[in-house]
Each structure stands twice: as C-alpha cells, then as structure tokens.
C-alpha cells in the first residue's frame, strides 16, 4: 500500500469513528433507542449534563465519610475548559461546583424555560468560558457519545406514485404526475442535485427545527407507543417517572413534520407506512452555520427578515403531494437551534434587543413565522456585566425567567497559583521560597473578598484567639474553607461547630464576592512585575520581599486589606518556626522513655538509695543527680527546688495510689500505657521541643555555619555545628519540600528577622 492510500484510509478509520454516522430508518433507530435510551432519547439539557458527566472528572472530597460533607468537591474541569482550548479558562472550585450543579438540575429537568444568565465582572474570562464550553459541546454532541437524532423525511416517489394510482383511479392526478415528473427531468440543476442525494427514488426533507425523531408519533399515541417498546425494566420506569423526559410525551413536532405527517397519511392511509418514510439521522451541531449552536455578539445586527425557506425543496414537496401547498417548508432562526444552543455574548448593544424578542419564547417555547407557530426549546446562555443588571429590569415580564449564574474573579488559591504557572511556565514555583507563591495568591484574593463576613464571625467569635495563623478579619480562614481544607489549628471546639449548615451559609457568602478586586488580568500584570524585579538566579522570593513588594505601591496596597499583609506574614512566620523547630527537635524516643521510667520508678525511694528499675534494668541512685536534670524538663526551667519537691510528691502519690494499685496492677497495663507516663512523656517532649531553638538563638556560628553551608568554609566550623545545621537542613528537605537552597534560605529568615522572639511566650 502506498502512503497516500495508508493516509486515507488511516483518516478514514480514524474520523468515522469519532462521528455519529449518516441516517438510519425508524426501526434502526427504535433499536438503538431501546438498547442505550439515555443516548438514543435525549434533549439539549440532557445532552449538557452528560457532556459534563463525560469531560469533569468525578469531585474529590478530602474529608470522606465526614458527616457533615455539602458534597463540595474539588472537580477536575481541566478536560473541559483547559484541554485543546486556544486560551484555557481556569474554574476554581466553587466555580466548577455550581457549573456542575447547573448540569444536575439540567437532568432532573428542573429550571427549563429559562435564560441562564452568567454573570461576572470584566477579567473574569466569562467569554473565554463561554467559548471553551460551547466548542466543547459542540465536539460533544458530534461525537459517538454524545449524539442525538433529528428527524429526516425520505418521500419514496414510487409508493407515493403507485399510491396516487390506487387512489381513486384519477387519470388525471396522474397525468399530471407523470407532467410534473417530466418537467423535473429537464432541469439540469436539479438532476444534478438528485444525483448528490442518491437518485431519483427519494425526496430528502430534513426537520429544520431538528426535532427528535419519535416527536413524529402523534402525542395522543406517543405514551402508549413509548410504552409498547421497552419492557417493564428501570429504564422505561426512568422515562415515564422522571422530569427530565417530561418533554418526550408535552412536545409537538414542529409544524412542517406535522403537516408532511398529516399529508401522507392521507395519501398512504397507514401509519406504519408513513413511519417507513421518516429516518433519524445525528444532529450535527455547527456553530460557524448556526446550527445547534448560535453565538450572538452586541454587534451583529438583527436580521430584518427572519423567516428562511427553501423553494426548491417546497416545489418539489408540492409535486411529490399535489396537496395545494399544505406543507410549507417555513421557518425561522430559531429553529436552527432549537433543541440546542442559543447564547448572548454580553447583553448590551443588538443584544439587547434580542433579549427583549427572547421574552415570549423562553417563558412560552413558541412564536409566530408569519402565520405558523413555531416551538422553540433551547438552551438559552448569555453573558453579563454585572452593571448592565438595570438591562435586565428593562424587561420586567423577563425577570423570573433569568437564572443568575455568578462567574466571579478566581477565590480559590490553587487556581489562582495554577493560573500563575499556567500563564508563566511551572519553572515559576523554583523562583520562590515554599508557600511564598501561594501567599502572593493569598493577597490577591484578599482584595476580592467582602472584608465582613457573618458566617465567620458566628463561628469563630473572636479572632483573637487564632491571631498567630490568622487575620482579624478571619480571611484567610475563610480562603481554606473555599479551597476547602480545614486548617488543623482550630480548636476541637470551633472544628465541631462546623457543620453542613455553617459550611453551606460559608460558601454561600462566596456568591457576593469576588467582583472586586484585582481582575484576572490585573493579577497576571502584577504577577509579572514580581517576577521579573525580584527573581533572581540564586535567590529565592521571601515574605519580606513579597510583603515589600506590594507595601511600595501605594494603589495595590490601598485594595488590600487593612493588616492583612501583616497577619500573612505572622502566620507565613508562624508556620516556618514550627517546621524548624521540628526539622531541629532530634527526637531519640528511646532515651526520653528510659528516663521516664526510671524517674517513676525513683520517686518512692528516699534520697541515697540504691535501686534497680525493674521498668529498665538500669541500677539508680536516688538523689539530687537523678532528679535534677529531669525535674528541669518537667516542672520548671530554673529548677527551683521547692517547686520541684511539690511536683515529685505529686507525682509519687499519683504513682501509687492509681498507676501502680490500678492500671499496672489490676488492669494489667505495662508502664507506657498509662495515664501518668503518657502526661510525662507530653511535658518532656514540649520541653525538648521548646528548647530546640537554642543553638540558634545563642550561637552565632551557627548563623554563619548555614551561610557557609556548601562552601568551602563549613568544614571550619567545629563539629557539633556542622552535624546541628546539616541535621535542620536535610529534615527541612525531607520533611518540608524545601530544596537544600529554600533550607538555607529559611532558617537565615528566621533568624534575621528574630521570628522565635515574636512568638515567645
Ligand atoms: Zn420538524
């Protein structure tokens, strides 16, 4: 085989595949309805809510099995709206949350006969995400998986010749036939145009209102004829209980199928023979002809004449019929996209107007084509600024046929950051100090959010208690819960409180924000300035040179909140003194616990004695050495005598008179699972813990060991230092996601701007 025969026929496999196919007659498609009805029975708002079920991954909830879950997910939308798109549109969650809904409510058939109006504020990239959806569905709807079927009419000229020869016996009817059939061949145009549909056997008439294929049984017989044809299975329970399939037994088809239908039962007298000539055929949805899919911009101007026809097709009707004209092959724009798509990009200039004619169809689902009424069922989306809302009041009968559907500025920080790598590369994030990145997002969206909140107050109270993770303002909790973590500082009881009902008042606060602010365009300009001023090679971005950054502008600074930079900065701060101290605490367990046990173990005895712990084995003396040094970690740094005396008989009495009587004894506990080891085990570690920052806070090589670290200096520092500072710096790496640079970089942060002094009790 050659390469141009490989090509095509490679081309061939490849796009047949990925098509719906050509038409098939009714019986084929009864067969598929009954074998795949959710496919073969399906309308535009059901073809929406599979597209969505198809192309958004399954939500993802952190927190399964959590009772008081609101099902608010994290949704991968990247398939729909980033994937093969000339510009990706980002949805954050709570976007992707609602659009997901919308598509729900779409296939339980609720909220139809409605306009849904997206309403965002400029840079919010509403276009961007009108235009990724509606080619997204458009490919959708032209695919295997998501086609649906319109009806196509193919008159067989010689039954309805033969037919008209039966009937009556009208020579003259047939003469003319045979007249009308003569003239037809003498037309080159339209031989040449039969050629192209298969011959001379068949007249094509496609619905041009794309209606599906089983609105063709009448309505008084469609309930029982849906009925015949499914067994008494779910599905057929599905089509005949559920909303959604409502529109399968209300619709009529539209009024050229009606009358075709009329006239050739007239003609063929059996309605079995008139469904011989109905076929099903995919709706191909195409939005660059308007079909399926119509896209009105505030510029194009509204056609004067909006009735379209086809007079050749009609001729040909009228010959075929002979009926005086009683199929009139008549209709408007709107039939194009009925049972599709029809949007408004912004409702402004013609758009206006357009609204305005769209009254009596949406809430009625039909209007006038000269004297005929057509049904229009679509999809009707549009756009919005949200200061053009004084439109919509212009057409008052309008506004309780309006869905408002907020699209605002992204409030959730993980697709605000991916937004930043997306627009600049993934090579940003090596420019930053780990969660620097995230902070930058942090104060972008600080600007969109409404500085009061009430479900934050009614469930925290006061703020001041979380002031060291936290604004007053309670932002930055309320930026978790949108990205939907639960931070795990809140308190037992603050965590309880938040149930569904508090969950639901939280984000439903999100759908008055984030029309302020900076914009999405804003945000990526100040984003670039950052970058290109402070990244340098060898240098990580820190908070102070971020909170810097923004604190010498004057017009960003004035959007962000009072002390919000501040409070970013505390918490950012916060965070990393605990990770150094935990990347510093070296937690030898097995010395903590042998330490413990003896102690228990010592208190019982007098001063001078000689023991041997039956906990440990190891020989004791009791005395002073023995106490001190432990009793220095327990009770009180200083190791005041009197206070150390109070707490060992304290503990002695515990020891006896509960440890040893109770759990060791009659319950049969070993030592470390008691109540008493355990509370010393918790005081030991606090104390190690605490104490952990002391050789950076009191040697000043170290400093200077970790600005030396990798050079050829280190090796000069004595080796206590350099075994503590390689220590921080690889569990920084292990544990922290820092690389051995941010770990440098960190821990000289921490100690240049005396962090642990701020947090000292
Ligand atoms: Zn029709």
Known sequence: MNNIDSALSRFDRQHGSQDGGGPIDFDAYLRRVVQDPEKGIRNVFQVFHDMVEHLVEPGVDEYAGDPESINYFDHDTSRLFVEGTDSPFFADRLFSNRLVQLAENFRHGSLQNKIYIFSGPHGCGKSTFLDNLLAKLEQFANSVEGVTYEALWRLDRKVLASFSEQESGKFLNRLSGLLDEYEFKQTDLIKTQQLMEGGDDYIEIPCPSHDSPLLMIPKEYRRAFIDDLFKNDQAKWK???????????????????????????????????????????????????????????????????????????????????????????????????????????????HNVERLHELHNIISEGVHKVEYIEENVNSLFLALMNPEDRARLDEVPSLIDRIELINIPYVLDLRTEVEIYRNTFGRHIEDSFLPRVLHNFARIIISTRLAKDSVAMQEWIGDSEKYSSYCDSNLLLLKMEIYTGNIPEWLNEEDRKKLNAKRRRQIIGESESEGIAGFSGRDSIKIFRELYSSQAREGRLIDMKSLCDFFKNHEGWSAMIPDGFIDSLRRMYNYTILQEVKEALYYCNEEQIEKEIKNYLFAINFESGSRVTCPYTGDSLVIGEDLFVPIERCLVTRSGDPE???????????????QTLTQELLVDGREIEETKLYARLHERYVYYLKEKVLDPILKNENFRRAIKDFEGDNFRTYDKKVREDVIFLITNLCEHFQYTRQGAREVALYLIDNKIPEDFSA
């Not at 309605?271 to 709706?283: G, S």
């Not at 194009?300 to 009228?318: A, E, H, P, T, Y």
């Not at 075929?320 to 194009?336: P, Q």
């Not at 206070?643 to 008179?657: C, E, G, I, M, P």
């Open 239 to 349: 089509i005949f209980t559920e909303k959604q399939y409502d529109w399968l037994f209300n619709q009529s088809p539209c009024t050229i199928c009606n009358t075709l239908y009329q006239s050739l039962l007239e003609r063929l007298r059996s309605p079995a023979a008139v469904l011989k000539m109905l076929c099903a055929r995919p709706y191909r949805f195409n939005r660059r002809l308007g079909e399926g899919i119509s896209v009105y911009n505030p510029g194009d101007r509204i056609l004067k004449q909006n009735v379209l026809d086809n007079s050749m097709l009609q001729n040909r009707i009228n010959s075929l019929l002979r009926d005086s004209n009683r199929v009139h092959y008549l209709f408007s724009n709107f039939a194009k996209t009925n049972n599709g798509v029809y949007a408004l990009m912004d409702i402004k200039g």
């Open 643 to 657: 206070k150390r005396l109070l707490f060992r008989k304290a503990t002695q009495k515990k020891y006896t008179s």
